[in-house]
């Protein structure tokens, strides 16, 4: 509670050059290690938030300050994108090295800090594979490591897991949170599932659409996150307090279409 | 290893041969057969024009026997290897100006559209008329005649490359784009890393067909200019065999130049294999 804001977003708005309005003031502010998710049906503009923090896109109002500079500016994030994006003529070795490539480090350099990140995500074995050898959990792993390879402050997540089947996700979910934690990682994690949001997030940030708007900011329980707790009646009955407040962001339109 | 295991086991298990695994031995008789059934398709079909020559006594004015066309080959091997390479030349300098001209002007489309806008009509207009139109023009104003059949050459063997490139290059994932973006890339990383990789395959499209207009263009141009200049290509001695009528010698030199579009494409497909093979999808065979 008494750590300074790492992220902050005040009156961003975001209007596309064909005239969508995709974002209406939009404030919020991250602190440093917070696991926070947007959670909201598509086009609430959640993606397009993230990938104004990550300086991939600009606001048309407003600020967005990370890490105490404008966003884009500050270095030190890494981007998951929803599919693993990874570059097909390369090695798993080479596609996690990309990061430090292209930051002039040599091969030899980057070595052990692209095994240490092949490690945390248990691909150590599969360097040397290329990714159409890969399973699309494994293939969103190396993503993972790509992302960790330059040890970020902060990591950006846009519906990682979305093309996933129910048990990779699982485990990801868990791979994910162990990295938090591990790490001292701020993840940002854009997703439509309030079940994975309630399972990862200390906080959920529930938007709505047309406009995209912050509609609902809500702390989650604290404790400990595992297989358990998924069939706790805890986790049953935050699930459906989340999934209220998204179903009030919804007109009958949302629903019934 | 395996002896000394047969040996301790006195029961007769014969230790599987590699020749036995079914999958294995059902592999190798598809590479046989995919050499063995053209290698006789084209034998029969040999033989049977040789004996329909021979049977219905056609003169050789007219048809000639595939044997007498073997024994013209020989005979006037040292005048057509010249022609060859004379032909060789032509089109493997057309092709690798072709790559560097269209690959530079590709890149530069790629990086400018309004580049690309003016310069594109250009290039279709070059690429629609056909190269038998524009080469008399061409061979008027080009007093050297080996340059004039090379840019008649260039000119067929160019766009594809400089249409595949500019795809090519644009080609590449926007999300690893952003990618590149977010990680702060500089244009010539971004170039080297993604671009590049990403055009490969459409380079590689392009580079197939291009070894083969290049020939074309060599070909056809030595036809138009054949008349004019004194060259010793080999469409030049298939013009010239035909106004003496020696049509042995016409179709010793047609099979040279069938010979060289067949190696032509043997070089371009392994080349592609080499450098695609390990990772792109054309390239990749499946296991089934």
């Known amino acids: 509670m008494t750590q300074p804001a790492q992220i902050t977003l005040s009156h961003v708005e975001k209007r596309f050059g064909n005239g969508t309005l995709a974002l209406r003031d939009m404030n919020l502010s991250i602190r440093e290690g917070e696991f926070v998710s947007f959670l909201g049906p598509s086009g609430c503009g959640k993606s397009t938030a993230l990938r104004m923090i990550a300086g991939l896109l600009e606001p048309s109002g407003g600020t967005i300050t990370v890490n105490g500079r404008e966003a884009g500016d500050g270095g030190d994030v890494s981007f998951v994108f929803q599919d693993a994006t990874l570059m097909p003529w390369a090695t798993v070795f080479d596609n996690v090295m990309l990061p430090l490539k292209l930051r002039g480090l040599g091969r030899a350099e980057a070595r052990a800090q692209v095994e240490e990140a092949l490690g945390m995500v248990g691909l150590t074995k599969f360097a040397s594979s290329y990714p159409r050898e890969l399973s699309g959990g494994m293939k969103m792993r190396v993503s993972i490591a790509r992302a960790m390879v330059t040890k970020p402050r902060l990591l950006l997540m846009d519906e990682p897991f979305a093309a996933l089947d129910e048990m990779t996700r699982f485990k990801l979910n868990n791979d994910v949170l162990e990295l938090w934690r591990k790490q001292g990682l701020t993840v940002v994690f854009v997703t439509h599932s309030v079940f994975e949001s309630v399972y990862l997030s200390s906080r959920v940030v529930v938007m709505g659409s047309r406009p995209g708007r912050v509609v609902h900011d809500l702390p989650m329980p604290e404790g400990p996150r595992d297989e358990h707790y998924r069939t706790t009646a805890r986790y049953a009955e935050t699930c459906r307090i989340v999934t209220e407040a998204l179903e009030g962001t919804m007109d009958h339109v949302d629903i019934n279409h | 290893m395996s002896t000394s295991t047969t040996e301790s086991m006195p029961v007769a298990i014969t230790p599987t041969a590699p020749s036995a695994d079914p999958a294995l031995r059902r592999a190798r008789q598809e590479r046989r057969l995919r050499l063995l059934l053209p290698v006789c398709a084209i034998s029969f079909a040999l033989l049977m024009w040789e004996f329909l020559v021979w049977y219905n006594e056609v003169p050789h004015y007219l048809i000639p026997a595939p044997s007498l066309i073997a024994r013209t080959l020989v005979e006037n091997f040292g005048s057509l290897m010249g022609s060859a390479w004379f032909t060789v030349k032509l089109t493997l300098m057309s092709l690798a100006l072709a790559i560097s001209g269209g690959v530079a002007l590709g890149m530069i489309f790629a990086l400018s559209r309004p580049i690309e806008m003016s310069l594109f009509p250009f290039a279709v207009i070059l690429q629609v008329t056909p190269i038998v139109a524009i080469a008399p023009l061409i061979l008027i104003y080009v007093p050297d005649t080996f340059w004039a059949l090379l840019i008649c050459a260039w000119i067929v063997a160019f766009f594809p490359i400089l249409s595949n490139t500019a795809i090519g290059l644009r080609s590449a994932d926007h999300n ?44 056809v141009a030595e036809f138009v200019a054949g008349t004019a200049g004194q060259n010793t290509g080999l469409a030049s001695r298939i013009l010239e065999s035909s106004f003496r009528n020696e049509i042995p010698l016409m179709f010793a030199a047609l099979f040279l130049v069938s010979a060289l579009g067949i190696v032509i494409f043997l070089v371009t497909s392994w080349l592609s294999t080499a450098v695609l093979g390990h990772w792109h999808e054309s390239e990749i065979k499946r296991t089934r």
């Open chain 2, 176 to 219: 690893l784009r952003d990618l590149f973006t977010l990680y702060r890339a500089t244009p010539l990383q971004r170039l080297r890393y993604l671009l590049i990789p990403s055009a490969l395959p459409y380079f590689m499209a392009a580079l197939k067909i291009a070894g083969g207009l290049a020939l074309i263009g060599a070909v």
